[in-house]
Each structure stands twice: as structure tokens, then as C-alpha cells.
């Protein structure tokens, strides 16, 4: 699975699953823009990419901000030569039932996860699409596909996600761009620390998942190296579980 002379951004790759996943496509070849609101984790992450003798760039626009997602898309093909594959990752997490959850709340995880994918992906497809090849990939959640308890906002949002992957697999296949989405099951990030400090809520989870235990970083990360590939040219819409054998 060789990425070699391609150019990826990755969203969210200060810390986590994106980073993991950055430095997994600098591995395989590529040359990678690290996205992320932290720009000193953003920083780290390009550090590491750097000493693999790929070339990169840290940037950290807001992905859910229009002008600052387009910017960052468009430095990616001015500073690093193209925009072959982007990898939409950026999240963030506000928990509350619905009867208590506050508007701003609300508005800020939509905005950062379905918003911010149709700004990077709208300037990304329009370069990839002069370029007659492109691979975009979305991190979407099993909260968006079976729904959840306490996170209606973010299930919402990734839900809405999954919409978006499948129009945008079939607006622009003809062009040579392959759209899918990648469902993580309960990974160990800092996004699921206080669900693993829970054992009770462990518990619970651990039981609805097949192989009866949690994700850990590195095992989400070769589907995405894959789906950006060649090896991967025929698989386009699809929403792809990594998620242990997940029971919703
Ligand atoms: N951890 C899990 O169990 C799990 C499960 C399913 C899906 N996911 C999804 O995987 C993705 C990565 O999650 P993670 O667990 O690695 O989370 P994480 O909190 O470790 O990392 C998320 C990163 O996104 C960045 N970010 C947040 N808002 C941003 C914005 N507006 N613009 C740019 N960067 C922004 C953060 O600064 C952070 O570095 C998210 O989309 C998340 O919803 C995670």
C-alpha cells in the first residue's frame, strides 16, 4: 500500500487517532498537512513526519470556519504540490441528554463534524477533481449508526456524516474520487477517558462488543492507509466498521 508522491491532510491530527493516522500515511509515502486546533500538538505530529523524510506542513485552521478550512486546503496544493487524499478526523465530544443540552453545545459539534467535513471536502474535490484522482475519508461513529444515550448531538452530526459520504461517492466517482467513511468502534484516545474510567459504562460496552474489549489506536489506523490506496480504486460510498464487531 504505497502513497508515494500523494499529498494528504489530515484533520485533527494534533493527538489520537489522527495523528496515528498521519504518520501511518507519511510511513507509506505520503507527504501530509497536519490539521489541528492545538498547533503545538499539530507541530509535534509534523515532527515526526519530518523524520520519516516525508514533507509536511502544520496548520491550525478551525475546520468548522468556511474560509479558514478552504485556506488550509488550498495551502496543501500551493506549499505541498497537490491534494490527493484527505482525511476528515477533527471531532470533539459535549455530552448532555437532549431535555439539558445547551444550543451552543449543539451548534458546536454539528458544526465541527458536518460542517467542517463540507468545507475541507468542497475545496479539496474541486482540486482533486481538476486532478482526475482523489480519495476522501471520513471518520464517522457507531453513535451515528445505532444512535446513543447523552451524545444526540454528536450522533446527529456523524449520522449526517454518513449522508454526506454516500452523495459525495456518487457525485464525484465519475471524477476519479472515491469517497467512504471509516466507523471506529470505543477507541482509547482522550475522547473516551471518562467512559474508560467508568467501569460500570464499561462494562455495558464491553458487552455489546464482539471481541470484548476496546480499541486500541494503532488497530484503526491500516484501513485508512488502505482506503487511500490503489489497492482500494473499486470501494467507494461504503462505511466501513473497525469497531470489534460492535452490537448497537
Ligand atoms: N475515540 C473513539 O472511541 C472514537 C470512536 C468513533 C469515532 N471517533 C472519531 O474519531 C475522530 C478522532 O477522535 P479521537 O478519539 O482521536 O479524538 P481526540 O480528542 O483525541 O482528537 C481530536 C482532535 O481533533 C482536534 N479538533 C477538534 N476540533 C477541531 C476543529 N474545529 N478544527 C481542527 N481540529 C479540531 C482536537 O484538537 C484534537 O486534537 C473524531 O472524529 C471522533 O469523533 C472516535
Known amino acids: 500500500m ?3 508522491n500523494k499529498v494528504a491532510i489530515v484533520t485533527g491530527a494534533g493527538k489520537g487517532i489522527g495523528k496515528a493516522v498521519a504518520i501511518a500515511l507519511a510511513k507509506a509515502g505520503a507527504d501530509v498537512l497536519v ?3 492545538n498547533l503545538e500538538n499539530a507541530n509535534k505530529t509534523l515532527a515526526e513526519i519530518e523524520s520519516l523524510g516525508q514533507k ?13 478550512a478552504k485556506a488550509m486546503v488550498e495551502a496543501a496544493r500551493d506549499t505541498l504540490g497537490s491534494v490527493d487524499i484527505l482525511i476528515n478526523n ?3 465530544s459535549k455530552p448532555s441528554m437532549l431535555v439539558n443540552m445547551k ?6 459539534v454539528v ?3 458536518l460542517k467542517g467535513i463540507f468545507n475541507t471536502s468542497q475545496a479539496a474535490a ?3 477533481k481538476s486532478q482526475g484522482w482523489g480519495r476522501i475519508i471520513n471518520v464517522v461513529s457507531t453513535a451515528g449508526i445505532f444512535g446513543t444515550i447523552g451524545q444526540i448531538n454528536y450522533a446527529s452530526a456523524k449520522a449526517g456524516v454518513v449522508g454526506f459520504t454516500k452523495s459525495a461517492a456518487r457525485e464525484l466517482g465519475r471524477n476519479g474520487i472515491n469517497v467512504n467513511a471509516v466507523c471506529p468502534g470505543i477507541t482509547k484516545t482522550d475522547m473516551t477517558q471518562k467512559l474508560q474510567e467508568d467501569q460500570a459504562l464499561c462494562d455495558l460496552y464491553k458487552s455489546r462488543i464482539q471481541l470484548g474489549r476496546f480499541a486500541e489506536i494503532e488497530e484503526i489506523v491500516p484501513i485508512f492507509v488502505f482506503l487511500a490506496s490503489d489497492n482500494a480504486g473499486y470501494i467507494t460510498g461504503q462505511v466501513l466498521g473497525v469497531d470489534g464487531g460492535y452490537i448497537g
Do not use: T
Not at 56 to 68: F, M, N, R
Not at 103 to 108: G, I, K, N, Q
Open 56 to 68: 509536511g506542513l502544520a496548520v491550525s485552521a478551525d475546520i468548522s470556519q468556511h474560509d479558514q
Open 35 to 37: 490539521n489541528d486546533l
Open 126 to 128: 474541486r482540486i482533486m
Open 111 to 113: 458544526n465541527v463534524h
Open 103 to 108: 444550543e451552543d453545545d449543539w451548534d458546536l
Open 2 to 4: 504505497k502513497l508515494e
Open 90 to 92: 477533527a471531532g470533539v
